[in-house]
């Protein structure tokens, strides 16, 4: 739920900043699919150095894949605590963006 939340979010503001389709595929071309490949979908970022990492952490698209594993293999690839944001804090962040663009009006026809 987290990961489809976040998505929309994303979306929405694609869809708010574009102007033409183009620029809508550009979005998925050089956000969303970076990150998705980045966030360890063909290996495990336990083969990775320390320093990437700790950087994948910082991936919001890692949780949803790992959640996705935990769905399917039944564990997790982080440790039992994991993460204390797991997230949530890139969710929130992209969400109040979305939030103050509609409030805003910006490139919104009235």
Known sequence: ?????LLGAL???AGICAEKIDQLAAFQN???LPL???SGVFYSIHSLPEFWQRLSHANPFF???DGFRYGFFGRLGLSAAGEPGGGRGELFAVSLLTLKLLQSGYKLRH
């Open 1 to 5: 739920m987290l990961g489809a939340a």
């Open 11 to 13: 979306g929405l503001i």
């Open 30 to 32: 050089f956000l969303i």
């Open 36 to 38: 998705t490949f980045l």
């Open 63 to 65: 949780y949803m894949i």
